[in-house]
C-alpha cells in the first residue's frame, strides 16, 4: 500500500507561487502514476479536478486550465512529485490532493492524501 503526505499549501496573493511536495511511501511507489487533483468543498466530488500527472516512465501532463503556470516533476527514484504554482489566480483556490494509481487516468480513484489547501487572494 503507498502512503503520501503533502506539503507546501498556504495563503497567496494572486500573480504569486507556490511549490507543493508529495512523498510516497510504502510499496513500490515507483511503479505508479503520481499526480495532484484539486477540490472545493463543499462541492465535494463536482469540484474534483485533475491538475497534472506524471506516469512511470515520467511523462507529464497536465491540465489545459492550469498550462503555462503549473509545472509538475518527479524525483529520479519516483517517490516524490512536485507541483510548482506560478502566476497564481483566485480560482486556483482549492484543496490540492496527491494521488497515486496504477493509471494517471482518474488518479483520484487512487492512493490519497490527506490534501493541502491552497487559498489565492486577490
Known amino acids: 500500500q503507498v502512503q503520501l503526505k503533502e506539503s507546501g499549501g498556504g495563503s497567496v496573493q494572486a500573480g504569486g507561487s507556490l511549490r507543493l511536495s508529495c512523498s510516497a511511501s510504502g510499496y513500490s511507489p515507483e511503479r505508479y502514476c503520481m499526480g495532484w487533483f484539486r477540490q472545493t468543498p463543499p462541492l465535494g466530488r463536482e469540484g474534483r479536478e485533475a491538475?497534472?500527472?506524471?506516469?512511470?516512465?515520467?511523462?507529464?501532463s497536465v491540465a489545459e486550465a492550469v498550462k503555462g503556470r503549473f509545472t509538475v516533476t518527479r524525483d529520479l527514484k519516483g517517490n516524490v512529485v512536485y507541483l510548482q504554482m506560478n502566476d497564481l489566480k483566485p480560482e486556483d483556490t482549492a484543496e490540492y490532493v496527491c494521488a497515486a494509481r496504477q493509471y494517471c487516468d482518474d488518479i483520484w480513484v487512487g492512493y490519497r492524501g490527506q490534501g493541502t489547501q491552497v487559498t489565492v487572494f486577490s
Open positions: 491538475v497534472a500527472t506524471v506516469d512511470r516512465e515520467g511523462k507529464a
